[in-house]
């Protein structure tokens, strides 16, 4: 194990680093960490019309956790989400996955970090059209290297009656569970979720969110999803505030709420 405030540590995540440091204490035994992100800047464009997406974003996340990231529109948290999925890379800063370093990757091994690491659910389903619910899933899960059963996957979300449903036979949320099925069939070990119940109503966006909690208490997914409804983050161990750019608070849920008991 590195030692705490040694300068030479870069890529050791065994000690407590940065403000949000914390991972152990007496209280509790000490949490592994996915992801660690350190002094994360985000800059889009130059000179005046440049825009500071991200402005200095210390952050850790623990296998097995569901982390919401809370925050107004514009504050950053699709920069950071998409950063930690290998969609993209900061202006300057660092990013682990375990030890694996994503800010030092090039294209091809950040393809294959998605690939066999990361699941994502967008606000936007993003399904297939002319495939039904199970051919949607099974697009993945036909190149993955020990994928879930596209049947299986679409039962933990609650689909087993709609296997052979197309999208347009589907409500909203339960295409957005199709989109969850798809992503988790592959059994990565980062969900991750950009306003997955954005576009739902909160009855419907409730059953989406039982999905996401199924999915990581059950196949002990590492979770991070966005929302800026504040009513969502009940259901977090952890809840993470991002304003103007800057994590702006971390709180942990001493009881999570169940999805079920969520309601905006
Ligand atoms: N490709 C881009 N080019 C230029 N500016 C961008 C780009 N992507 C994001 N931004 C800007 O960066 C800032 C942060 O955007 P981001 O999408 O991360 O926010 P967000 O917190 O996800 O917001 P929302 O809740 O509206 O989705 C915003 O001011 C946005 O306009
Ligand atoms: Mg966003």
């Known amino acids: 194990m590195a030692s705490a405030g040694s300068s030479h540590d870069r890529g050791s995540l065994e000690e407590p680093r940065g403000p949000q440091g914390t991972a152990s204490g007496p209280d509790r035994p000490e949490r592994r960490r996915a992801f660690v992100a350190r002094g994360l800047t985000k800059v889009y464009g130059k ?21 919401v990231l809370l925050g107004p529109s514009g504050s950053g948290k699709s920069t950071l989400v998409n950063i930690m999925g290998g969609l993209d890379l900061p202006t300057a800063g660092q990013v682990f996955f375990h030890d694996l370093e994503l800010t030092a990757f ?108 199924r999915v990581n208490r059950e196949l002990g997914t590492t979770t991070a999803m966005i929302t800026h409804n504040a009513a969502i983050a009940d259901m977090a161990d952890r809840v993470i505030s991002l304003a103007d750019g800057r994590i702006a608070g971390v709180r942990e849920n001493a009881t999570k709420s169940p999805a079920r008991a969520l309601a905006w």
């Open 106 to 213: 090039d294209e091809r091994a950040l393809t294959a970090y998605r690939r066999e690491n990361v699941g994502f659910v967008f606000q936007f389903y993003n399904l297939v059209p002319s495939l039904t619910a199970r051919e949607n899933v099974a697009l993945i899960t036909d190149i993955a290297r020990d994928p879930l059963p596209a049947e299986e996957a679409l039962a933990l979300v609650g689909l087993a009656e709609r296997l052979d449903h197309f999208p347009a036979e589907l409500s909203g949320g339960e295409q957005q569970r199709v989109a969850v099925a798809r992503a988790i069939a592959k059994r990565p070990e980062v969900l991750l979720c950009d306003e997955p119940t954005g576009a739902l109503d909160s009855k419907t966006g409730v059953l989406v969110l039982e999905a996401i909690e």
């Open 47 to 67: 000179g005046e019309v440049a825009v500071h997406a991200l402005r200095g974003v210390d952050l850790e996340l623990f296998e097995g956790e569901l982390a």
